[in-house]
């Protein structure tokens, strides 16, 4: 079936550091790749998104590229700053599917000064 | 603002008494889904509704009900909760009829003794 998997956390960085979290995907059809931010103590918010291959979602610094040939979404910010540590999950949805969106099991982020 | 409020955001009870956790959006969004979250499992869904009458079960259906019965709720109903219920709960909903953008609430974490 369809599913998501992401890197397990917790990730630890420094301000400043560069940060990757990578996703890849099982999809039996053509997915729209997300990826939605989760800060303490709220509810998720869509961080960026992709519809099709070699498509680039950016937002906030964060950019992430859809790539079909390695079913990867990998998560990208050059310089991370202490307001970024949250959690962060990757997820999918089939396009044109009554199905709705498959999140990956998320990456816990904290970012020291 | 365009917001998915819910009530109560804490809520501590025993096992058996019955509850309900009410969701309510202010967007006019057709789609709404409930979610619970545990650690090193991510997000799953619960239940989801298409439009007003609509629903339909999502990965984990089993001790929850819902109803919709106007767009704007989507109430979470407990019959009988039990300890294993013991989550930290999302609402969302999507202007999409099969959403990967979707809008959530700030959460309401149970606890079932």
């Known amino acids: 079936g369809d599913s998501v998997t992401q890197m397990e956390g917790p990730v630890t960085l420094s301000e400043e550091a560069f940060l990757t979290i990578n996703c890849t995907y099982t999809a039996t059809g053509y997915p729209s790749l997300f990826w939605y931010v989760q800060y303490p103590g709220e509810g998720l918010q869509l961080l960026l998104k992709a519809t099709k291959a070699d498509d680039k979602g950016s937002n906030k610094g964060f950019e992430a590229t859809y790539r079909k040939e390695t079913t990867s979404f990998h998560l990208e910010k050059g310089s991370v700053q202490v307001s970024d540590s949250a959690v962060y999950f990757c997820?999918?949805?089939?396009?044109?599917?009554?199905?709705?969106?498959?999140f990956g099991k998320g990456t816990k982020l904290s970012v020291k000064p | 603002e365009a917001q998915v409020t819910q009530n109560p955001r804490y809520l501590i009870t025993v096992t058996g008494k019955k509850l309900t956790v009410t969701c309510s959006q202010n967007?006019?969004?057709?789609?709404m889904s409930w979610y619970r979250q545990d650690p090193g499992l991510g997000l799953r869904q619960i239940y989801y509704?298409?439009?007003?009458?609509?629903?339909d079960k999502g990965d984990v259906p089993e001790g929850y009900k819902v109803s919709r019965k106007e767009k704007r709720n989507f109430p979470l109903i407990l019959e009988s909760p039990s300890p294993n219920q013991t989550s930290l709960y999302f609402c969302?909903?999507?202007?999409?009829?099969?959403?990967?953008?979707?809008?959530f609430g700030p959460g309401t974490r149970l606890t079932v003794l």
């Open positions: 997820a999918l949805k089939i396009r044109g599917s009554q199905g709705n969106l498959i």
């Open positions: 509704s298409m439009n007003v009458e609509v629903t």
């Open positions: 969302a909903s999507s202007s999409e009829p099969s959403p990967g953008e979707q809008f």
């Open positions: 967007m006019n969004h057709e789609y």
